[in-house]
């Protein structure tokens, strides 16, 4: 997670950085805001399959703490007037240091995860079919998405063994290293020369069973590898054009290595793949829709979604942390819950973004592709079942 309105961090920087209003009488969907909004607004969203491809859910990794505190996750849901989110989680922070942690921080989250979603009456969408089914019903749903391959510790076969837990989303890559490397990740050093063996064999797996393929933080060797192997579009979940970083050499300097490049991304496109435009260069919501048109206007419309890596629900702080000094309830900064976003939004998330959508231009077909159309596209390419 990353916003960047004056000053803040990913963990400190990760730590230290027409025709659609009368459909709104049919949709409860079009009653989801916080607020009521424009209704054309109201109306879109009703009737488009909104999905957030990266949001981070915070849940425990310790056996002792689960299923942690509960989250009001259907309730946020229907405030932002999404359909969906990829639900997500990394294991690598902290740091991991020992044989087995990583596969044990991922199966206790997962156990979480699983307590949450009963407590919400939630289900995940295992394919494109449980998403039309779950939008048609007006019911939240989640896609199980992990951030970093650190789990498989070199063992493919786990690939198999979570898609049976209902993992559809698998980012390889986050910001360190796993035990037994995939690829080389985008903000260190090289040392893999790209994709590696073992990354190369979790994509066919992933291919074979059927789950989405995320290079969200790997470099361009690592991208330019692994499309040559997979065999279905992948998605870049969150990112942004490098050439959105204005004057601020400072804030150049720090995020230039998380953003994608024209290059890059058309060679994505190229392959039939979508790329995540996230919320941290933009501190308003008409700020963010430029963003998402700059990147429409290098890839074009059916190649960009949003991906904003933000958190739906509160941030989740462990009783160890807790009894320490500065411990407790972790802060929570503007920018980093996803209904709260820009410090002037009146609507939910979905809801908001809309409007700034449509009020430079975008027309409702267009919306309704980034909102969620093409997300879908490739993840129903990518989950059509095992091979």
């Known amino acids: 997670m990353i916003k960047l309105h004056t000053q803040w961090s990913r963990r400190e920087f990760l730590s230290s950085v027409a025709g659609t209003s009368a459909m709104m009488m049919f949709n409860p969907l079009s009653s989801w805001a916080m607020d009521e909004p424009d209704p054309r607004v109201a109306a879109i969203v009703a009737a488009t399959i909104g999905i957030d491809s990266h949001n981070h859910i915070d849940v425990p990794f310790a056996k002792a703490e689960v299923p942690g505190p509960d989250i009001d996750l259907a309730s ?12 997500t989680f990394a294991v690598d922070r902290p740091e991991l240091h020992n044989p087995g942690e990583a596969y044990e921080r991922f199966m206790n989250a997962l156990a979480s995860m699983d307590n949450q979603l009963v407590k919400n009456g939630m289900k995940r969408a295992l394919n494109m079919a449980d998403l039309n089914a779950a939008h048609k019903k007006h019911q939240p749903t989640v896609i199980q998405s992990v951030e970093g391959g650190h789990f498989l510790e070199g063992h493919v076969e786990r690939v198999e063994e979570v898609y049976n837990r209902g993992l559809r989303h698998l980012g390889l890559l986050h910001d360190n290293d796993a035990s037994v490397p995939l690829g080389d990740v985008y903000t260190n050093p090289v040392r893999w020369g790209g994709l590696t063996a073992f990354g190369a064999e979790v994509i066919k797996e992933c291919n074979r069973l059927g789950i989405l393929i995320d290079l969200a933080h790997a470099n361009t060797e690592t991208v330019t590898a692994a499309l040559k192997i997979a065999a279905h579009p992948v998605i870049i979940s969150h990112t942004g054009l490098d050439t ?27 392959a039939g793949g979508v790329i995540g435009v996230w919320t941290h260069l933009a501190d308003t919501s008409l700020e963010y829709a430029k963003n998402i048109r700059a990147l429409v206007d290098v890839i074009g419309v059916d190649h960009v979604c ?10 989740y702080s462990s009783p160890d942390a807790q009894n320490k000094p500065g411990g407790g309830q972790k802060r929570e900064r503007i920018g980093e ?6 410090q002037d939004q009146k609507f939910g ?3 908001t ?7 430079i231009g975008f027309t409702s077909d267009e919306i309704g592709k980034i909102g969620g159309g093409n997300f879908c596209r490739v993840f129903e390419a990518a989950t059509a079942g095992p091979r």
């Open 76 to 87: 946020e849901l229907k405030k932002s007037g999404l359909s969906a989110i990829c639900m």
């Open 244 to 270: 959105r970083l204005g004057q601020n050499t400072s804030m150049a300097a720090m995020m230039k290595p998380r953003l994608i490049s024209k290059e890059q991304a058309k060679i994505v496109a190229e």
């Open 306 to 315: 949003i991906g904003t890596d933000t958190k739906l629900t509160s941030s």
């Open 337 to 342: 819950r996803t209904n709260l976003t820009w």
């Open 349 to 351: 998330f979905y809801y």
């Open 353 to 359: 973004v809309v409007d700034a959508m449509l009020k």
